[in-house]
């Protein structure tokens, strides 16, 4: 599966934004995960969805950000409000080979990755 990021960008804090990652073929059913690295720190799981309705968020994350599947358009999305200065980030999402959205294998499909950037 080949994944093409977009919708990141520069806003204020308390702005919104969408990304979204348009993948070649259907990913319905699979697990599924957005990440985001920022400069000097450790990449860090921001949301994940597996193969059916179940949704986690890291808890700084929590109520903010929303992942969704658009199915009909092979597009995952993650919405992303009340954004905050440290939510600035190069974010990437990922579509799992395996069964669980938070464990990498070698079968996985990442986006090129889109940069998000929030001031005060």
């Known amino acids: 599966v080949q994944l093409v990021e977009s919708g990141g960008g520069s806003v204020m804090s308390g702005g919104s934004l969408r990304l979204s990652c348009l993948a070649s073929e259907s990913i319905n059913f699979k697990a599924m995960a957005w990440y985001r690295q920022a400069p000097g720190k450790e990449r860090e799981l921001v949301a994940s969805q597996d193969g059916g309705t179940i949704k986690n968020y890291v808890p700084s994350v929590r109520g903010r950000f929303t992942i969704s599947l658009d199915g009909d358009k092979n597009t995952l999305h993650l919405q992303m409000n009340s954004l905050k200065p440290e939510d600035t980030a190069m974010y990437y999402c990922?579509?799992?080979?395996?069964?669980?959205?938070?464990?990498?294998?070698?079968?996985?499909?990442w986006g090129q990755g889109a940069q998000v950037t929030v001031s005060s």
């Open positions: 990922v579509v799992r080979a395996g069964r669980f959205p938070h464990i990498d294998s070698p079968g996985d499909s």
